[in-house]
């Protein structure tokens, strides 16, 4: 909000933003307060931190022979081309800390989902979830919503329906309406069973 009245425009703020989240999350440390209850973690079970790793290392690894290689025929573009790969290597290292470092919670009355700097965030009220089942299966759809970063690895294992469309906010301030949500969580079941002590008017977990 402050960004917004400073900038005066939304998509703008929204961008610096994202930007200043960056090098916030690059020095942070995970979170160390998840209980499986109230606050959850999305990166444990899939291995999505060492696929993540890896392709920082292969980025990190083609920026320096990309460098060198243009270092050949024109410094200037070396040197340009350099400096936003290794920025776009910082984005990803700052996502995979964020991961880390923002769990899904749990409140009274929301829930908050979130995937890291580059994935998606979205708050949900509990009363409008109608249904959150346990499914892998791929789902498609004007108002469906996958909260992964890439979407080929971070397979999801829990869709919730909504009654009421919701306002996912991807990377850069990128806004996207959902009815359906695809996301990952560690510890499945008790994630369900955590909204359902809270809203007792959702069906049983379902496999």
């Known amino acids: 909000a402050l960004l917004r009245t400073v900038f005066g425009h939304e998509k703008l703020a929204n961008i ?4 200043i989240a960056v090098f916030y999350y690059v020095f942070r440390r995970k979170d160390s307060s998840i209980d499986n209850i109230t606050r959850f973690t999305s990166y444990k079970e899939n291995g999505i931190i060492l696929v993540l ?82 499914n892998k299966k791929p789902i498609n759809g004007l108002d469906v919503v996958n909260l992964a970063f890439i979407k080929g690895l971070e397979k999801h294992n829990i869709v919730i329906y909504l009654s009421n469309p919701v306002i996912v906010f991807k990377a850069f301030g990128i806004k ?26 959702l069906p049983l977990p379902s496999e």
Do not use: W
């Open 16 to 19: 610096i933003a994202s930007e």
């Open 53 to 134: 790793y890896t392709f920082l290392a292969l980025f990190i690894m083609e920026t320096i022979g990309t460098h060198f290689l243009f270092l050949l025929f024109n410094k200037a573009v070396a040197y340009i081309l350099t400096s936003l790969s290794l920025y776009t290597c910082l984005q990803l290292f700052a996502h995979i800390k964020a991961i880390k470092s923002r769990p899904i919670v749990i409140s009274n009355s929301l829930l908050l989902l979130r995937n890291g700097l580059l994935g998606g965030d979205v708050i949900v009220s509990l009363d409008i979830i109608e249904k959150i089942e346990i």
């Open 176 to 201: 996207k309406r959902a009815q359906i949500l695809l996301m990952n969580v560690d510890s499945a079941k008790n994630f369900i069973e955590a909204i359902k002590s809270l809203h007792s008017g």
